[in-house]
């Protein structure tokens, strides 16, 4: 069975640059550090709140290397099983189910129904601490995806993964459609634009705030610029938001929203 949505994964190209933005700026800590020593590449897991993602840093990067985030990675107490049944529905089989490169569990790696890489671990450590208190940050809101195709979208992460329905919304003005979803602590967005194939796969990760103008200024003085045009209204017309990205460029959403989980 499927239990937790685990992290997204980020490939970077500096890892004390990285480190340095989501430790010193964002609050996170490092939960889990290991190496793959067949290509080596660093693996480290952060927390930022309670919400989790993976640094991955290749020391000998490809010259085609993709950077930013790469995939989606839940976890399962049986990973032979879950991954046959996901590839038996539809899911694209990229990555059988092996043991992971660092030594630490299992894995295996399929696509979802809109291209997104989703990445099944089974492992016996639980690297996930209590949510860490942060000045600025008061939740980890949710891992953003985009969902060309939003009815397959929708049966693959509620279906196929087990994970629960939260919140539907449809923006009228922008005709964007939004499906939330969450096991526990973590939510995934399933954001539908109504030109397909625009925004990255995976669009951001977001975090929840107090006011974003404060929260922008708080960032501002470490030194990490807001992206021009924000703060500006959500899009689901539900508070504000503001952008600030990671050194890699990956977009990093600040709302001022209530929970999601407790609306």
């Known amino acids: 069975m499927i239990y937790e949505l685990n992290h997204v994964g980020i490939v970077i190209r500096d890892l004390e640059k990285s480190l340095a933005f989501y430790q010193d700026v964002l609050g996170a800590k490092v939960v889990a550090r290991n190496v793959i020593p067949?290509?080596?590449?660093?693996?480290?897991?952060?927390?930022?709140?309670?919400?989790?993602?993976?640094?991955?840093?290749?020391?000998?990067?490809?010259?085609?290397?993709?950077?930013?985030?790469?995939?989606?990675?839940?976890?399962?107490?049986?990973?032979?099983?879950?991954?046959?049944?996901?590839?038996?529905?539809?899911?694209?089989?990229?990555?059988?189910?092996?043991?992971?490169?660092?030594?630490?569990?299992r894995l295996g790696f399929l696509r979802d129904p809109n291209g997104a890489r989703v990445e099944l671990l089974q492992r016996e450590v639980d690297v996930r601490t209590v949510p860490i208190e942060h000045g600025i940050i008061k939740?980890?809101?949710?891992?953003?995806?985009?969902?060309?195709?939003?009815?397959?979208?929708?049966?693959?992460?509620?279906?196929?993964?087990?994970?629960?329905?939260?919140?539907?919304?449809?923006?009228?003005?922008?005709?964007l459609s939004i499906l939330y979803f969450n096991i526990n602590y973590d939510v995934v967005e399933l954001l539908h634009r109504p030109t397909p194939g625009t925004g990255d796969i995976f669009g951001h990760i977001a975090l929840r705030v107090e006011n974003v103008d404060s929260a922008l200024d708080g960032f501002a003085a470490l030194g990490v610029a807001a992206e021009p045009g924000t703060p500006k209204p959500a899009g689901t017309g539900i508070g504000r938001i503001g952008i600030i990205r990671d050194p890699d460029g990956v977009k990093i959403e600040l709302l001022d929203r209530p929970d999601l989980r407790a609306l």
Do not use: C, W
């Open 38 to 105: 067949s290509n080596q590449t660093d693996v480290i897991y952060l927390q930022i709140s309670g919400g989790m993602i993976e640094l991955l840093h290749r020391r000998e990067p490809a010259a085609n290397e993709v950077f930013g985030i790469t995939h989606i990675g839940f976890m399962t107490d049986d990973l032979d099983a879950d991954y046959r049944a996901l590839v038996d529905t539809g899911g694209e089989p990229l990555v059988p189910p092996k043991v992971a490169g660092t030594g630490v569990g």
């Open 139 to 175: 939740s980890f809101d949710h891992y953003s995806v985009r969902a060309d195709d939003l009815v397959a979208a929708r049966d693959f992460y509620g279906l196929r993964l087990g994970m629960h329905p939260l919140k539907q919304m449809y923006v009228e003005q922008t005709h």
